[in-house]
C-alpha cells in the first residue's frame, strides 16, 4: 500500500477513536446526571409522600378529637348526634384506627342509662339521651349489612352492660370479630336479630337479662363461630327464635334461667352446631313447637323442669339429642306428636313431679334411651304414642311412685324393651290386659306377666 494513503488511513481511525471515546465520556456523564436527577425526584417524592401523610394522620387526629368532644354527655343532644355521625364517618375515612373509633361509639352506650322520671325536664332528658343511643345503635348496624359501603362485619363490638330498650340488628353480618353482650339488659321496646347472620367469631350474651320487651332472633342463622347464652335470665316479655338455624358452632345456653315471660324455638332448625341447654326451667313459657332436631348434638343433660311449660309438640328428633340427668320435677312438658328417629337419650333422669307427655309421639327409628331413669312422682304418659321401629330402652329404670301410661299406644314395630328394670313398684299402664300377652316387641320383666299392679 502507498505510504500516503497508510497514513491517511491511520489518521482516520485515530481520529475516529477519538470521537468515539468523546460520545462514549458523554454517555457516561449523561447517566450519572439521569440516576442523580432520578435519585433526586424519588427522594422528594418519598419526603412529599411523608408529609402528605404526617398531614393526613393530623387532620385524622383532629377530627377524632372534634368527634370525641361531642359526644359529652354535657353537650346537648343535637351535638351529640352530629358527634355520632362525624365518629361513624371518621371510622369510615380511617381503616388504621377504625377499631379505635368504633369503640368510642360502643362505650357511648355503655354510660350508665339512667331509667326514665316519668315527667317534667327529666323526662325531656331522658328522650333525647335514648334518641342519640338508638342513633349510635342503626349507625353501627347499618355497618354490618351487606349493602354497607364500608363494612364493620369484622370489627369487635363491645356492649357490655349496655341497657337495650329498642334497636335495630336486623340482617347484620357478625363474621370474625369478638361481639360482647354480657350483663346487657333488654327492657323494653323491640330489639330485633331477625335474620342476623352469625357465621364466625364469638358473640357473648352470657349473664344477659330479658326482662321486658320484645327480642327477635326469627330466622337468624347461626352456622360458625361460638355464641353464649351462659347464665342469661328470662324473667318476662318474648324472647323469640323462631325458624331459626342452628348449623354449625357452639351455642351455649348453660345456666340459663327461664323464669318468666315467653321464650320461642318454633320451627327452629338444630342440623349441624353443638347446642346446650343444661338450663333451669321454672316459669316461663318455653316453646319448641315443630323444632327439628337433625344433626350436631343438643343437650339438655341435668336441665332442671320445675314449673311453667316447655313445648316440644310435633318437634322432630331425627340427630342426637340427649336428656340425661334431667329433673323433671313440676314443669308440664309436651313431647306430643314428636317424632323420634335419632340417638335421643334420657338416660338417668328423674321424673318426680309435674307432667310429662309423650301423647301421640312417633317412635320410628334410632334409639331412645330411658335407662337408669327415675320415675318417683308426677305423670307421665304416653298416650296414643306409636312404637313402629328403633329401640327405646328402659332398662334399670326405677318405676317406683310415677303415674305412667301407655293406653291406646300401638305397637307395630321395633322393641320396647322393660326386662331389665331396677324396679317395678309401681308398673305402667297398658292396654292389654295384665297377665296376658304383650304386643311383638314389647318385651316385659319375667314378674310382671305374673303378678296384679
Not at 369503640?103 to 352506650?109: A, E, I, P, Q, S
Not at 309438640?313 to 320435677?329: K, L, N, T
Request: net charge negative.
Amino acid at each position: 500500500m502507498n505510504p500516503q494513503v497508510e497514513a491517511a488511513l491511520i489518521a482516520g481511525i485515530a481520529t475516529l477513536i477519538g470521537v468515539g471515546g468523546t460520545v462514549i465520556v458523554a454517555l457516561r456523564g449523561y447517566r450519572a446526571t439521569k440516576e442523580a436527577t432520578a435519585d433526586t425526584i424519588e427522594a422528594q417524592r418519598e419526603q412529599l409522600d411523608k408529609t402528605l401523610a404526617e398531614q393526613q394522620v393530623r387532620i385524622l387526629n383532629e377530627r377524632f378529637a372534634t368527634a370525641a368532644e361531642k359526644l359529652g354527655m354535657d353537650k346537648s343532644a343535637t351535638v351529640r348526634l352530629a358527634g355520632v355521625y362525624a365518629m361513624a364517618g371518621l371510622a369510615d375515612d380511617w381503616e388504621d384506627n377504625r377499631q379505635t373509633c368504633i369503640d368510642v361509639l360502643c362505650g357511648y352506650l355503655r354510660i350508665p342509662y339512667p331509667p326514665d322520671s316519668g315527667d317534667g325536664e327529666r323526662h325531656l332528658e331522658f328522650l333525647a339521651d335514648r334518641e342519640v343511643r338508638h342513633t349510635v345503635v342503626r349507625v353501627i348496624t347499618a355497618h354490618l349489612r351487606e349493602e354497607a359501603n364500608v363494612s364493620w362485619c369484622d370489627a369487635n363490638l363491645d356492649f357490655t352492660g349496655v341497657v337495650f330498650d329498642g334497636g335495630d340488628f336486623q340482617k347484620a353480618r357478625f363474621r370474625q370479630g369478638t361481639i360482647t353482650f354480657r350483663n346487657t339488659q333488654f327492657s323494653g321496646g323491640r330489639v330485633d336479630f331477625g335474620g342476623a347472620q352469625f357465621s364466625g367469631g364469638r358473640v357473648s350474651f352470657e349473664s344477659a337479662q330479658f326482662s321486658g320487651g320484645r327480642v327477635s332472633f326469627k330466622s337468624a342463622q347461626f352456622s360458625g363461630g361460638e355464641v353464649d347464652f351462659g347464665g342469661t335470665k328470662f324473667s318476662s316479655g318474648l324472647a323469640s327464635f323462631d325458624s331459626a338455624q342452628f348449623s354449625g358452632g357452639k351455642i351455649d345456653f348453660g345456666r340459663a334461667r327461664f323464669s318468666g315471660g315467653e321464650v320461642d324455638f318454633g320451627g327452629a332448625q338444630f342440623s349441624g352446631s353443638t347446642v346446650r341447654f343444661n338450663a333451669h326451667f321454672s316459669s316461663s313459657l318455653v316453646n319448641f313447637w315443630r323444632t327439628e332436631f337433625s344433626g350436631g348434638t343438643v343437650n339438655f343433660a341435668l336441665a332442671a323442669f320445675s314449673g311453667g311449660m316447655v313445648r316440644f309438640e310435633s318437634a322432630q328428633f331425627c340427630g342426637e339429642v340427649r336428656f340425661g340427668g334431667a329433673r323433671f320435677s313440676g314443669s308440664m312438658v309436651e313431647f306430643g306428636d314428636a317424632e323420634f328417629s335419632g340417638e335421643v337419650s334420657f338416660g338417668g333422669a328423674r321424673f318426680s313431679g309435674g307432667t310429662v307427655s309423650f301423647d301421640g309421639a312417633r317412635f320410628s327409628g334410632g334409639t331412645a334411651d330411658f335407662r337408669r331413669v327415675e320415675f318417683s312422682g308426677g305423670r307421665v304418659s304416653f298416650w296414643a304414642a306409636r312404637f313402629s321401629g328403633g329401640r327405646v330402652s328402659f332398662e334399670s329404670a326405677q318405676f317406683s311412685g310415677s303415674e305412667v301410661g301407655f293406653g291406646s299406644a300401638r305397637f307395630t314395630g321395633g322393641v320396647v324393651d322393660f326386662a331389665h328394670v331396677s324396679e317395678w313398684h309401681r308398673r305402667p299402664e297398658f292396654d292389654w290386659v295384665v297377665g296376658g300377652i304383650p304386643p311383638a316387641g314389647v318385651i316385659l320383666p319375667e314378674e310382671s306377666t305374673r303378678s296384679t299392679p
